[in-house]
């Protein structure tokens, strides 16, 4: 069922961002961060069903805040611990707006010295995860990554990384997933001020979709709940398949310590059974850090 969820919880920002600091280096040897981030997504099919005519578009209001701290443990390595929430708010389906509280630890090492010397993290985290009317994806997640950087020239720098995520449900097995991501980003600086990048991310093990039990039809072995959200009828199944997105975006600073990010992406899913859909997203948002 479908409902307008009164409950506007905050958020957190993703740490990200506070390793991408920390590798730019900073003059002291120890520091607490803080950070928002405010923004719309306009998600075309929310439900990730294959067939067209039953897709659900959404736009998504995103809040997030969290709280850092970085530490460096020598002239080339360090650590960066932070805790945050987060929050999206659907404007129409209120069932699916959710709050997230996370946490992680980083462990960043640039081996060799100089401005174009490649660096290397690895990280852990975990992430409690709670839906307004949607229990069926109500859990937690834990994930373990790896990523290698370098900055070619001023202006040019590129990333590449594998993140490993155990998701556990708390009422529906069918939102237990083991995924795999593998990433690769590309960046580039026009001036001070504004940058574009290049993201491909592949992931592969479970993915869920959704349709009218009556629509769907896979001889294939699945894990299905009742999935209310989109109808008395719909029901989530379970699969194994491969995500392949890529995404371009702009990053634009209005200032010292505020910036504002223009993405869109497109991802397609392709599932046991001969099962594929399509997703596009179209995102802006306004990050701070508070000085």
């Known amino acids: 069922m479908r409902h307008r969820n009164l409950h506007l919880p905050r958020a957190w920002?993703?740490?990200?961002?506070?390793?991408?600091?920390?590798?730019?280096?900073?003059?002291?040897?120890?520091?607490i961060t803080f950070d928002a981030r405010a923004g719309f997504t306009y998600d075309d099919n929310v439900n990730r069903t294959e067939r067209g005519r039953l897709t659900e578009g959404d736009g998504i209001w995103s809040l997030r805040g969290d709280a850092g701290y970085r530490r460096a443990l020598g002239t080339n390595h360090g650590i960066i611990a932070k805790v945050g929430l987060e929050t999206d708010i659907?404007?129409?389906?209120?069932?699916?707006?959710?709050?997230?509280?996370?946490?992680?630890?980083?462990?960043?090492?640039q081996p060799f010295s100089g401005f174009n010397a490649p660096w290397f993290a690895l990280s852990a985290g975990f992430q409690l995860a709670e839906y307004a009317a949607s229990d069926i994806r109500d859990g937690s997640e834990a994930r373990l990554g790896v990523e290698l950087g370098q900055r070619f020239t001023d202006r040019i720098?590129?990333?590449?990384?594998?993140?490993?995520?155990?998701?556990?449900?708390?009422?529906?097995?069918v939102y237990e997933l083991r995924t795999g991501t593998l990433h690769a980003i590309a960046e580039y600086r026009f001036n001070s001020r504004i940058g574009a990048y290049l993201k491909y991310d592949f992931t592969h093990g479970g993915v869920v979709t959704g349709s009218p039990r009556t629509a769907k039809l896979l001889a294939v072995r699945r894990v299905v709940a009742r999935d209310r959200v989109f109808g008395p009828n719909n029901v989530a199944w379970r699969l194994n398949g491969v995500v392949h997105g890529l995404r371009l975006g702009s990053k634009i600073r209005l200032s010292k310590l505020t910036a504002v990010d223009v993405s869109a992406q497109h991802s397609v899913t392709e599932a046991d059974g001969d099962n594929q859909w399509n997703v596009w997203n179209l995102s802006v948002a306004l990050n701070h850090r508070f000085d």
């Open 157 to 173: 720098a590129a990333r590449v990384g594998y993140t490993a995520r155990d998701r556990d449900a708390s009422k529906a097995e």
């Open 13 to 31: 920002r993703h740490g990200a961002l506070a390793l991408a600091l920390f590798v730019t280096g900073s003059a002291s040897a120890q520091s």
């Open 90 to 109: 659907h404007t129409d389906i209120g069932d699916l707006d959710v709050v997230r509280a996370d946490t992680s630890l980083s462990y960043l090492l």
